[in-house]
T-cell receptor, first 117, second 112 residues
């Protein structure tokens, strides 16, 4: 019962470096999400994928790209990291992929703590 | 757009005290409402939910009632334990999109 698995758990980057956060879920969920968590800001949606083959911007997409590689995997890429991207990143998934389908319960990964120097 | 406002923390209580964390929301239509909990060093996990007005969600001794007239979903527990120390997030899902909107979280610390 792995649920949502994120890698790496910790990463330190220098400004301008690139990296990819990996996320995989084994629950056959349709939808996947990337959030960032910052003190005093709660969780903010970066990108989401309603279903395999689609991705959409969330509240704070600038500086990020995503790839929905297949139904299981949804990666988040920082092309040129900036100190403002220092945060804890959470991947999540949910079973529903249909608009207006009601309750949409998310299952979260354990998080990836990223520091950009 | 949708928004969630929850009480600022941190909240510090003694074991067996009564807990209330206030949450109010703004949304069009009839959203579903959630409380998520984040234990130290972990991701968020669903604590309870309610999908329509007057529904009461409950789990692990926590309760919250969906009040449409006051647009509220306050979290309550009659007797907290040290193990309840965590960050609690109120959230809503509006039916016309996929996104979950979160409040900023309330840190609860329960002392023995």
């Amino acid at each position: 019962n792995a649920g949502v698995t994120q890698t790496p758990k910790f990463q330190v980057l220098k400004t301008g470096q690139s990296m990819t956060l990996q996320c995989a879920q084994d629950m056959n969920h349709n939808s996947m999400y990337w959030y960032r968590q910052d003190p005093g800001m709660g969780l903010r949606l970066i990108y989401y994928s309603a279903s395999e083959g689609t991705t959409d911007k969330g509240e704070v997409p600038n500086g990020y790209n995503v790839s929905r590689l297949n139904k299981r995997e949804f990666s988040l890429r920082l092309e040129s990291a900036a100190p403002s991207q220092t945060s804890v990143y959470f991947c999540a998934s949910s079973p529903r992929g249909t608009r207006g389908s009601g309750a949409n319960v998310l299952t979260f990964g354990a998080g990836s703590r990223l520091t950009v120097l | 757009g949708n928004s969630v406002t929850q009480m600022e923390g941190p909240v510090t209580l003694s074991e067996e005290a009564f807990l209330t964390i206030n949450c109010t929301y703004t949304a069009t239509g009839y959203p579903s409402l959630f409380w998520y909990v984040q234990y130290p060093g972990e991701g968020l996990q669903l604590l309870l939910k309610a999908t329509k007005a007057d529904d009461k969600g409950s789990n692990k001794g926590f309760e919250a009632t969906y009040r449409k007239e006051t647009t509220s979903f306050h979290l309550e527990k009659g007797s907290v334990q040290v193990s309840d120390s965590a960050v609690y997030f109120c959230a809503l899902h509006g039916g016309s999109n996929y996104k979950l909107t979160f409040g900023k979280g309330t840190l609860l610390t329960v002392n023995p």
